[in-house]
């Protein structure tokens, strides 16, 4: 394999921080740069391995800042950049929806103008199955395909679905080299504790009551992030230019079912289950058919859910340190106006 310059942008968080790690490991040759500003979601802590290797550089940098990026690009001048920065919660896209337009529409603008501007060979664009809205629960039949028209529900959604439609006019106008990848829910290590899963496993080691929004039927398409860093790997080394490519484990769980493992999982019982106020416009369920990806470039999940989950749980129970700090500073603020609590 040649070598090769790839930046990573998002790459202090939880898919990026786990996709740096991936390429590091997969690819000696390499040079990874990663491009973070490090809001509460990205953290130098989950890069601490990774940069104590010579092939790995970090630049705190806001892919909004056009001459900071393009300084830098200049100067690595990169083979490939794939884009994980990213407002990605929900719920904190419905209190404040402003800068998710800003990084993850504008963002995404800037980052390809700039690869325009200095002919960089290759753009992926990481995107999300919510880009397609949601499907009903009693029609388990119907799956989100490349061919599903895009229909967000949340202003996160909708930020993540204009961002990709401007990727695809790019390419269409500009013959921009670019892909992008629509992901279902994924989990694993350095996920951050707002997100459903971490959140569960943080709440329930700490004896807390676990808050289940509504009657928790809602049901989303788990992967293990590794699987979703096979498939980017794949697609960016790829020939296939302006193609979609839906990524998803074909494993549904209702929320309520996840979070009764947890607590099974970790000995605690029943009866720290709060079930809370819904979400506002909560998506029913998420389900990809991963078809495409598969019979394209041969992707697989190879993780099942039994074994990631276990995976997962004691990634979190070795490494309290890396989520007590994220839990004990400005998340608390967080979780207090999100859940009435501290
Ligand atoms: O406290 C909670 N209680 C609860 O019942 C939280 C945080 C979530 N939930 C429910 C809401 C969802 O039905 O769990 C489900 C998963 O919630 P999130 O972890 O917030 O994920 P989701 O809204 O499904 O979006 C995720 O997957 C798609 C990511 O956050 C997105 O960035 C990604 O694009």
Redesign the pocket.
């Known amino acids: 394999m040649t070598k090769k310059t790839i930046v990573v942008t998002g790459g202090a968080g939880f898919i990026g921080s786990n996709f740096v790690y991936y390429m590091l490991n997969k690819y000696p040759d390499y040079r990874i740069v990663c491009v973070d500003c490090l809001t509460y979601a990205g953290n130098l802590s989950t890069l601490k391995t990774a940069l104590e290797n010579p092939n790995f550089r970090f630049e705190k940098l806001n892919i909004c800042d056009y001459d900071a990026i393009k300084n830098l690009f200049e100067e690595e001048k990169p083979d490939i950049v794939v884009n994980f920065a ?1 407002e ?4 904190r896209s419905i209190k404040n929806p402003d800068i998710f337009v800003k990084t993850n529409i504008s963002g995404t603008q800037t980052l390809m103008d700039v690869c325009r501007e200095l002919n960089v060979p290759r753009f992926h664009q990481v995107s ?3 880009v397609y809205g949601d499907l009903p629960l009693d029609r388990p039949d119907l799956f989100f395909t490349e061919k599903t028209p895009v229909h967000a529900s949340s202003p ?2 909708a930020s ?1 679905a204009g961002a990709d439609l401007l990727v695809l006019a790019y390419y269409r106008t500009f013959n921009f080299p670019a892909t992008i990848s629509r ?4 989990y694993g290590p350095y996920h951050f504790p ?4 971490p ?1 569960m496993i943080i709440n329930a080691l700490n004896d807390k009551p676990l ?4 009657d ?1 039927k ?1 049901v ?1 398409d788990w992967l293990y992030v590794e699987d979703h860093c096979k498939a980017i790997d794949l697609i960016i080394h790829s020939n296939k230019l302006g193609e979609v490519y839906n990524v998803g484990g074909h494993n549904e769980m209702a ?1 309520i079912d996840i979070v009764k493992l947890i607590l099974g999982k970790l000995k605690k019982p029943e009866s720290l289950i709060t079930f ?1 106020e819904d ?1 506002k416009g ?2 029913r369920r ?1 389900a990809i058919d991963p078809t495409k990806i598969h019979d394209e470039l041969g992707w697989l999940p190879e993780t099942k859910f039994a074994d990631g989950i276990e995976k997962t749980i004691d990634w979190y129970l070795n490494n309290k340190s890396w989520w007590e700090e994220i839990i004990s500073g400005e998340y608390k603020n967080y979780y207090s106006k999100m ?1 009435g609590e501290n």
């Open positions: 990213a990605s919660h929900v719920d999300t199955d919510e996160y959604s993540k992901c279902s829910n994924n707002e997100k459903l899963i959140l808050p289940v929004y509504g928790g809602n989303r929320n809370v979400r909560h998506d998420y859940y």
